[in-house]
């Protein structure tokens, strides 16, 4: 024979990947099983999978509603080896389970931070100096009519305080501190390399500034974290910027205390309920409302690509993953 | 300093109007017609105070034969006849440095909001379009794009260690470089030039007659359909109505204003494009600057009277 076979592209099992230039990418260089396009019901289609004559030894899966990987997941598909989440949080995958049966996990690492941290500095702007607000009052032509809009409030010398200082929280203490901005900080442990004001709980966080900032992962422990105690510390000259997860703050009670102006205002791209957002907000000034659009530019979406073909090689070379998060 | 008749131009600010009253002989310019007002008053002023849009011009100044000091509750003076006032040994103070860190503040604030379509993404959201999660447009990083500032003084300065801090390249141009002032930042010897080299275009310069409409149609295509375009500086830096042809075509990507050549009117075909963040000169509009800029006012007032220095004295 004269003809070379063309290489056999490993199988990989694929959930919510949407963009096309991305699902072309993995297309290239594996062999595809697409849970969304087979139409099958997740059970049928596992079952499918691991009867493959190459079952998949790796998985990608956005995160959030697309898929679940836990302990029946994994039973389903033993061939399995290796997780990827091209999302930000993990909340999707049993970290536990995976640990228990030496399944590798990898994340997006870094890719959306950027990015999400200029949103939220975009955001705080936004609420401080009333930037939409505004915006919505010259787009109705009021300018004219009732000549100067309301004063906003100055960023300088606001105490900042970040809820989890991993890499979002780093790269918006470095923005704001050239506003002028004092960064305060809560997380589980001081970090030794930072100049910050440490402080051991939310609550004593919230007292003691302007801004509190949630960009922590959501877990057990950060559930509803925000919550009635904590927003009547910040008090009614705070405000709060939400990039984190909806369900980190009670959103209720959010809602409320921004009826009542027991705080002053919020900056939200998460919600508790997406795409649900409490109809009580589109009424408020004093709000900016994003739909979880922080990480989405561009330029992170080429830097998942890279993240994700960069970790699936690895793997599949026996090369250490870019961005592990199991094993530890 | 109870005996300086003081005209107030317009009502800048409550807090400077309670206080020239209290301090001052005060005189409301807005509470009367102009003619009748002078005939009654003109010989007792000897202060005027206006801000960015209400200035001493040279009719006014004719007509105001007491009139000893100009002190704007503004940095830019572009309303106050400086010549006139040199002329007939009138002082002008303005208002700088306390504004500065909010006006830098705002530049950058519109730029991310224009990059990352915040305002857009409210208006999306406050509609009730937002129907499913993943439902998003890609937009584009702010951290890393070229910023050009024309005028590298207080403001261009502090915008320039703002967007230091998002990891953008700093582009500049004005009069003259100052190459062992600013080692990281990037001269470029015209506004053309420095638009095309710069993916945002900030105006940060006074308004004099060599920079008006310093922004030309030239320098906003050069800029580009994904160039982004700030004005925190006047609105006749910019040739606004080839600022509106440039955004509707594409020419010209983004902008984000916070100032306009006939405010408070803004044009209207500005008002429905997405690719534009609008807002009403608030670019020193906090309580915190508005109180430091009245407390400059009232300093220099008192300064003059009292024949000592002026604080922030233009002429």
Same mark, same amino acid.
């Given at each position: ?14 959930f919510r990947v949407r963009?096309? =230039?991305?699902?072309?990418?993995? =297309? ?7 849970f969304f ?5 997740l ?18 899966a956005a995160g959030g509603d697309s898929v679940s990987v836990d302990?029946?997941f ?9 997780? $990827?989440s091209t999302g930000a949080g993990l909340d999707h995958i049993d ?5 228990? *049966? ?5 994340n997006s690492?870094?890719?959306y931070?950027?990015d999400v941290?200029?949103h939220a500095?975009g955001m705080l702007?936004d609420v401080? *100096?009333?930037?939409s607000?505004?915006? =919505? $009052? ?25 809820i989890g200082?991993?890499?979002i ?18 997380? =589980? ?13 939310v609550?004593?966080?919230a ?5 509190l900032v949630v960009a922590c992962a959501l877990s057990k422990e950060t559930r509803h974290v925000v919550n009635r105690d904590v927003l009547d510390?910040l008090?009614?000259?705070g405000i709060v910027i939400n990039i984190g997860r909806g369900p980190i703050i009670d959103e209720a009670e959010l809602v409320s205390a921004l009826a009542e102006?027991r705080i002053?205002g919020a900056g939200l791209d998460v919600f508790e309920k997406e795409p649900k957002v409490p109809a009580e907000l589109f009424s408020m000034d004093n709000v900016v409302l994003t739909h979880h659009c922080a990480a989405f530019?561009?330029?992170? *979406?080429?830097?998942? *690509? ?23 | ?10 009502? !800048? ?18 509470? &009367? ?15 005027? !105070? ?19 000091? %100009?002190? &704007? ?23 700088? +440095? ?18 990352r379509r915040i305002p857009q993404a409210d208006r999306y959201v406050r509609a009730g379009l937002w129907k499913s999660r993943g439902d998003y447009t890609l937009t584009?990083?702010? &951290? ?36 062992? !002032? ?8 015209? !506004? %053309? ?16 007659? &060599? ?7 030239? @320098? ?17 830096? @910019? ?18 204003? +916070? %100032? ?13 494009? +997405?690719?534009? #963040?609008? #807002? ?24 003059? %009277? ?10």
């Open positions: 024979m004269t003809s070379s076979e063309p290489p056999v592209l490993p199988t990989l099992l694929m963009e096309l =230039r991305f699902h072309a990418a993995l =297309r290239e260089r594996y062999h595809v099983l697409d396009t087979s139409g099958e019901p059970h049928g289609f596992l079952a499918a999978a691991a009867a493959d004559p190459d079952p998949p030894r790796a998985l990608v302990a029946a994994l039973d389903a598909v033993p061939s399995l080896r290796f997780v $990827f970290l536990g389970e995976c640990a228990r *049966r030496g399944v590798a996990v990898a690492g870094t890719v931070s950027t941290a200029d500095v702007v401080l *100096r009333r930037v607000a505004a915006e =919505r $009052f010259v787009r109705r032509g009021l300018w004219p009519l009732q000549g100067d809009y309301p004063l906003g409030t100055k960023l300088g010398g606001k105490r900042v305080g970040i200082l991993g890499n929280g780093s790269l918006m203490s470095k923005r704001l501190e050239a506003f002028g901005c004092v960064i305060h900080y809560n997380s =589980r442990k001081p970090k030794e390399s930072v100049s910050y004001r440490y402080f051991a709980t609550h004593d966080l007292s003691e500034s302007d801004v510390a008090g009614k000259d102006g002053a530019t561009k330029e992170s *979406r080429s830097d998942l *690509r890279d993240a994700t073909i960069g970790n699936l090689e690895a793997f599949f070379s026996g090369k250490p993953l870019l961005t592990p998060v199991l094993p530890r | 300093m109870e005996s300086l008749g003081v005209l107030l131009l317009y009502p !800048v600010n409550a807090y400077l109007e309670q206080e020239l009253d209290r301090r001052c002989r005060l005189y409301r310019f807005w509470e &009367s017609p102009r003619e009748e007002f002078l005939r009654a008053h003109a010989g007792a002023v000897r202060a005027v !105070v206006g801000n960015a849009n209400y200035g001493a011009d040279a009719a006014l100044i004719d007509a105001l034969p007491a009139l000893e000091i %100009v002190a &704007s509750f503004s940095v830019g003076i572009d309303r106050v006849d400086l010549a006139k006032c040199r002329e007939r040994g009138i002082r002008v103070t303005n208002t700088p +440095d306390v504004l500065t860190d909010d006006v830098a503040d705002l530049a950058v604030g519109l730029a991310i909001a224009v990059l584009t990083r702010f &951290s890393g794009k070229r910023v050009g500032i024309i005028g590298l003084g207080r403001i261009g300065q502090a915008v320039a260690r703002r967007v230091e801090a998002f990891d953008c390249p700093v582009n500049y141009h004005q009069r003259t470089e100052q190459k062992s !002032v600013y080692p990281n930042y990037t001269y470029y010897p015209t !506004v %053309v030039e420095l638009a095309s080299n710069s993916d945002v275009l900030v105006v940060a310069c006074p308004l004099n007659a &060599s920079t008006r409409h310093i922004v030309s149609r030239e @320098v906003m295509e050069t800029l580009g359909p994904k160039g982004v375009l700030i004005n925190v500086g006047r609105g006749p830096h @910019v040739d606004e109505p080839e600022m509106v042809a440039a955004l509707a075509d594409g020419r010209l990507g983004g902008a984000g204003l +916070d %100032v306009f050549e006939d405010e408070p009117n803004v044009p209207e075909a500005l008002l429905g494009m +997405d690719n534009v #963040v609008l #807002v009403p000169h608030v670019g020193s509009g906090t309580y915190e600057t508005r109180k430091a800029m009245a407390d400059l006012v009232l300093g220099n007032l008192e300064a003059h %009277v009292l024949s000592k220095p002026l604080l922030t004295p233009v002429v």
